[in-house]
């Protein structure tokens, strides 16, 4: 086993161990401050030399990239296996989901299987009910539940406990431990496309900005709403014992993720927006892939559960 993979000693439950001052020190440059930091920078940005054409396709494919990587590849490939892959596209939806810049396959899966566990309750790495009910201890919930955690938390998810599949994974390992380099290629890749593409500097510099910087801050903010905003605000079709909700501006945001309600009630199924009029990219990516041969043993809902577990029967399928 790649000793990168192995957790510090643990000093709380066997669930968790102790994250060290250096570490928690990343998460805070990497984790909060950048992604609160560069979304300011952009609007001056904005205003003083504009985003041309090239930059938002450089973007927006960034953009497209990270997401689904996240949603498709971390959440619901590796940390769900709502569906199984060939090698080499799962190798990609890895490569894919670190270009979101959220940490190591291993450390993303940890925390929200324990998540899934203890959802809304004690126990769970991100509840925006922490601190109760009521307007301002709700608001400062859900900047905990947002980003706040990243840094507040000193006890993280252990990987040997919450992971030992992905961790028996030789190419996980190996992703794990080249993950700074993947992290770097999130931001030298649009880069040197926006260089090529304009043959210049100004080209690579403005890709940086926009395509690198700005893009993986708004890759944060719209991931992290689905712990925030759709575990708070939103409609709950599905009787879980969380808080779980739908937000269609977030299930659009996230390609699919935002219909979270669902989710919480069966996280192993490939598809999250399972009601009529509820459009979920990810799950019509992995039909796709499907179709295509490339994916197998995919976890597709089943009618009459869904019909079964909804509480509001008036719409009782798609
Ligand atoms: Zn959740
Ligand atoms: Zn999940």
Redesign the pocket.
Known sequence: MNSSSIPQPDSGTAETVTATTGRRTVYLIVLVVLPVLLPALAVPAAWGWGIGPRDVVIAVVMYLISIFGIAIGYHRLFTHRAFRCHRPLRVALMLAGGMAVEGPVTLWAAEHRR??KY?DRDGDPHSPWRYGDDGLALLRGMAHAHIGWFYTARQRSSRRHWVPDLLADPDVRRFDAAYPAVAALSFALPTAVGGLWSMSWAGAWTAFFWGGLVRYAVVHHVTWS??SI??TFGDRPFRTR?R?SNVRWVAMLTLGEGW?NW??MEPACARHGVLRGQFDPSARLIRWFELAGWAFGVRWPDPARLAARRIDQRDPHP
């Open positions: 998540h899934h959802a689905v712990n759709a575990h969380d779980s979270h989710h919480h």
